[in-house]
Nanobody, 118 residues
Framework: QVQLVESGGGLVQPGESLRLSCEASGFIFSVFTMGWYRQAPGKKRDVVAHISSDGRTNYVESVKGRFILFRDNAKKSVYLEMNSLKPEDTAVYYC????????????WGQGTQVTVSS
């Protein structure tokens, strides 16, 4: 079955960086567009960025120029390099295919918490 394991989150100060990782299994990773999503407390889960099977990327406006998304198909992994972090980036970050299944689907991983605070 589909398994997605996110890691790399943590507590950082504004302006610092983090790299998130997502390891996938249970599906043919290389053919799918993959996305990173985030959910802040009290808010809905939203896409942050997505990357096609051949490496084309798309970012939401709020992270353009700060976040970099890349993938390694051989490792079935997708990464999110987050730079110049802001308090408003605080959220639980998830990865999944893009477009994603319903958020109630049990294929979602547990996510990784990113907290940006001074």
């Amino acid at each position: 079955q589909v398994q997605l394991v996110e890691s790399g989150g943590g507590l950082v100060q504004p302006g610092e960086s983090l790299r998130l990782s997502c390891e996938a299994s249970g599906f043919i990773f290389s053919v799918f567009t993959m996305g990173w999503y985030r959910q802040a407390p009290g808010k809905k889960r939203d896409v942050v960025a997505h990357i096609s099977s051949d490496g084309r990327t798309n970012y939401v406006e709020s992270v353009k120029g700060r976040f970099i998304l890349f993938r390694d198909n051989a490792k079935k992994s997708v990464y999110l390099e987050m730079n110049s972090l802001k308090p408003e980036d605080t959220a639980v970050y998830y990865c999944h295919i893009y477009p994603p299944p319903d958020f109630s689907d049990d294929s979602w991983g547990q996510g990784t918490q990113v907290t940006v605070s001074s």
